[in-house]
């Protein structure tokens, strides 16, 4: 059974950094990519950033570039997000997930086959 677990997630002021982390079971991630996405009430889910599987590459969306930093641990089953920079618009809730085998990175999350509860980040101003 496939099981995705977030931690890391909290209150942080404008400026600060949080480390999200990602624990995944039942499933072989370094074949899948894997991606954190984040939903704020009223609005649809997005995609802050995906590593691929195969090559490793990152991908993130213009509003976290050189912000948001995905990363994965071989042999642990586990993806980091490194949060700096802070701002009250990154508040949301913040999903792991896990794609099917051997596809592409993409932010289009009903390609992302097993999903986590989420972790709630809130920024204040």
């Known amino acids: 059974q496939v099981q995705v677990m977030e931690t890391g997630g909290g209150v942080v002021l404008s400026g600060g950094s949080l480390r999200l982390s990602c624990t995944v079971s039942g499933l072989t991630t370094e074949d899948s990519a894997m991606g954190w996405f984040r939903q704020a009430p009223g609005k649809e889910r997005e995609g802050v950033g995906c590593?691929?599987?195969?090559?490793?590459?990152?991908y993130y969306p213009d509003s976290v570039k050189g912000r948001f930093t995905v990363s994965r641990a071989h042999g642990t089953h586990t993806l980091d997000l490194q949060m700096n920079g802070l701002e009250p618009e990154d508040t949301a809730m913040y999903y792991c997930?896990?794609?099917?085998?051997?596809?592409?990175?993409?932010?289009?999350?009903?390609?992302?086959?097993?999903w986590g509860q989420g972790t709630q980040v809130t920024v204040s101003s």
């Open positions: 590593i691929a599987w195969g090559d490793e590459a990152k």
């Open positions: 997930a896990a794609g099917e085998y051997f596809k592409a990175c993409t932010w289009d999350p009903t390609n992302f086959i097993r």
